[in-house]
């Protein structure tokens, strides 16, 4: 099928690639045509795992094209996707103000049949919008609006692509249903993946309260990992045991410094305000989001207190807000730099790929080629970002190049027990209050709410 993608942003490079190895012929068009230029000679302008490649093997059999010109992305396409900024308005809503100028920017140029797909996160009730701004000026054509988010995680979106848990296909009338089925009946025949087809407001909300949901996993073990602090348990081992329930499954239960990224801080508070807007409030979501602020600014607080003196060195260990990206939008570990640099603390920070997006919203902070370049003469490390990197970091090596012992691992990435054997005085999220002096009293048991002399902890 032709198929023209409005937006060579994330999630419109990536879906067009992954529509390409599909088989489609996919046209892509981007208003930067500065960005457009970047991408043709081969400089693909976001980092994403195998993404650059593909677009390159792509572009070589001939499914992939970019182009400077709407009319002549859109002229022959049956199926038109629209993957624009979102961006939050001051309410927390969206701003849909790309979509509609997208959807302006191809109405003239749409052929009789043509489904204009939103592949962009919005609110309920913005496809019914789109289809009125377009029908003001071609209102004697017939063309339908569809539905379809994209669930696609940063570091994992060509798998996340491939491989789906299911497709949602938000169709109002029976011809975009079928154009949409057949764009992933590819998929549906090699992966069997399970397709969900509902109408246009359904998918939107499916959206919207799926983030929603995931981030409420992240904010409650957060909060459970602050009781196993206090009450002495390992959050480690509580989220496994919960997480063994089907009923609530084992992912998304990773306490760290809160959510991140370009999505669930801002889906979150476009579904409360959604969600007011319609007088059907979310007290559940609306009381996250406040958490998740509180959080990155409390673990900002805990590091500032043991930095104890004004310019001390700090160690920041990652940007990005989580690790195989570049992206350090609403990233915990920009808030938290942030606010060490306010208290008049020194900091050295580093990460593998996101330095250039980071050095430009923070340059008062010392960035780093390596990790331990970071960590030299610093009072404390911190982790605050789960790099595959500083899982392998050489702690010996790191202990004798700080001026301090303390590291604060945000992330649980590190070996407590190996942190401590290189000398390090070991704080993870979730981990019983300075771990340090509680397993020297329980005489090198591991885990200070699990005597390992009895058995090793985990499944048996
Ligand atoms: C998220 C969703 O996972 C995708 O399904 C969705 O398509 C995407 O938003 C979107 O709306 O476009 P993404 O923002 O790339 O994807 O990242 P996630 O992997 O979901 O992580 C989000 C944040 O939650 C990160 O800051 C991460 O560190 C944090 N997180 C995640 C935790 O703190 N604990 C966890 O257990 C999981």
Request: charged share 25%.
């Amino acid at each position: 099928m032709h198929i023209a993608m409005i937006g060579a942003g994330y999630v419109g490079l990536t879906t067009s690639t992954c529509l390409a190895k599909l088989g489609h012929v996919v046209w892509c068009h981007d208003i930067d045509l500065e960005r457009i230029e970047r991408i043709e000679a081969g400089d693909i302008p976001i980092f994403e795992p195998g993404l650059a490649e593909a677009i390159m093997d792509v572009r070589e059999s001939g499914n992939l094209h970019f182009s400077a010109s709407a009319a002549s992305t859109v002229a022959d396409a049956t199926a038109i996707m629209l993957a624009v900024g979102t961006p939050s308005r001051p309410d927390g809503d969206i701003d849909i103000t790309q979509v509609e100028s997208a959807a302006r920017l191809i109405a003239p140029h749409l052929a009789s049949g043509a489904v204009v797909i939103i592949k962009s996160t919005v609110s309920v009730g913005t496809s019914r919008r789109i289809r009125e701004a377009i029908a003001e000026t071609r209102g004697s054509l017939d063309f339908s609006v569809a539905s379809n988010p994209e669930f696609l995680r940063e570091g994992s979106a060509m798998a996340d692509f491939l491989y789906p848990d299911r497709i949602v296909i938000g169709a109002d009338d029976r011809h975009s249903a079928q154009v949409l089925q057949a764009i992933y009946a590819p998929l549906v025949k090699q992966n069997d993946v399970p397709i969900l087809l509902t109408g246009t407001a359904n998918a939107e909300l499916i959206k919207h309260a799926a983030n929603a949901f995931l981030a409420l996993k992240i904010g409650f073990i957060n909060d459970v990992a602050n009781l196993c602090e206090e009450a002495g348990a390992d959050i480690l081992e509580v989220a496994q045991g919960i997480g063994l329930d089907h009923r609530i499954g084992s992912n998304f239960l990773m306490p760290g410094p809160g959510y991140g990224g370009s999505c669930f801080p801002k889906d979150t508070r476009a579904f409360a305000a959604t969600a007011r807007r319609h007088n059907a409030p979310q007290p559940l979501i609306e009381a996250l989001i406040a958490r998740n602020d509180e959080r990155k600014a409390q673990l900002a607080r805990r590091v500032i207190n043991v930095a104890g003196k004004r310019s001390a060195r700090v160690c920041i260990l990652g940007a990005a807000f989580k690790k195989n990206t570049d992206d350090v939008r609403e990233s915990p570990a920009i808030t938290i730099i942030a606010e060490l640099l306010n208290a008049g603390l020194k900091v050295a920070a580093h990460d593998p790929q996101a330095r250039r997006n980071a050095e430009r919203l923070l340059p008062a902070a010392c960035w780093a080629d390596c990790p331990y370049e970071a960590a030299r003469e610093s009072e404390l490390v911190v982790i605050a970002t789960e790099w595959d990197d500083y899982r392998e970091l050489d702690l010996p090596r790191l202990a004798s190049l700080m001026s301090g012992r303390r590291v604060f691992d945000f992330r649980n990435v590190l070996d407590p027990a190996a942190a401590q054997a290189a000398g390090l005085d070991y704080w993870g999220i979730g981990r019983a209050k300075a771990p340090a002096r509680r397993l020297r009293a329980s005489a090198g048991t591991g885990s200070p709410a699990f005597d390992r002399s009895v058995a090793a902890p985990g499944l048996l």
